[in-house]
């Protein structure tokens, strides 16, 4: 009696130790280039996000600043990181907290009393307020630092903000900057 292998095929073969071990290390090499990328893009993502979060909470925050500013008409205090301002028969302070890193909003009626109170900034590093005053002299319209508050026509502001992401601080920040111009203060 002979017996015949009827399925096999001249040449088919299983893989080899060596070829198993390669496929291994190709495939490892390829699994550690993905997820080093989708680490790679998932901070970018975040970054972007944040950054885009910052921006928009601080063109907010300036179109809201400006406005009062505006209609403020007289700055009736000022430090590097305060403005008083008299807003009709009201008092509104614009402050910041190095501790908390926010610009607070304070508004006061004639007799001191609080009347409102919020947070206007969040991951605020750091603001100053400064004041100017514009000659008409030779019809040029330059600004000149006021010697007192009661010369202020012009207030500029800046601030910058910043964010952490995965425990450090990133390159995720914005810094601002604007003059304007009191407008209901008489010259």
Known sequence: MVCRTLFTRPGA?????????IAMAV??????????????????????????????????AMDTVSREI????SVSGLTTNSITLQVNSNRVTYA????DRTLTRVERNS???????RVFLRECDSASFETYQRNATN??????????????????LRWSLSRTNYGGKLAVGTMNSARIVIRKKST
């Open 70 to 73: 505006r209609s403020a008409t």
């Open 111 to 117: 007799l001191g009393s609080v009347l409102d109170t």
């Open 27 to 60: 495939a490892s090499l390829v699994a550690v280039v993905l997820a080093a990328l989708g680490i790679y893009f998932s901070r970018s993502l975040a970054m972007v996000t944040n950054h885009i979060e910052i921006e928009a909470q601080s063109r907010v």
């Open 96 to 99: 910041v907290n190095a501790t």
């Open 13 to 21: 073969r299983a893989f080899t130790l060596f070829e198993v071990m």
């Open 139 to 156: 019809a040029t319209y330059n600004a000149f630092p006021s010697a007192t508050t009661s010369d202020a026509k012009i207030v500029r």
